[in-house]
């Protein structure tokens, strides 16, 4: 009975945790541009709707390869 609840939490942490990763990954391959200073001090909205977009889909894709 609980071993679905234990499924789930652990893949949700898992796909979580491969989220984080790609957003570095990002960040890392973009070393001229800082995501979070360009959204948070600068308020770059445009930015801020293409890394929602892309954390967006990039959990669609985790999600749909864990499932």
Known sequence: MY???INSIIY???????LIV???L???????????KEIL????MALAVLAGCFMLSVAIIIA???H
């Open 64 to 66: 749909s390869a864990i």
């Open 26 to 36: 990002v960040e890392v391959l973009t070393p001229r541009h800082n995501i979070r």
């Open 41 to 44: 001090e600068n308020k770059n």
């Open 3 to 5: 071993q679905p609840v």
């Open 12 to 18: 949700s942490a898992l796909g979580i945790a491969i």
């Open 22 to 24: 790609a957003f570095v």
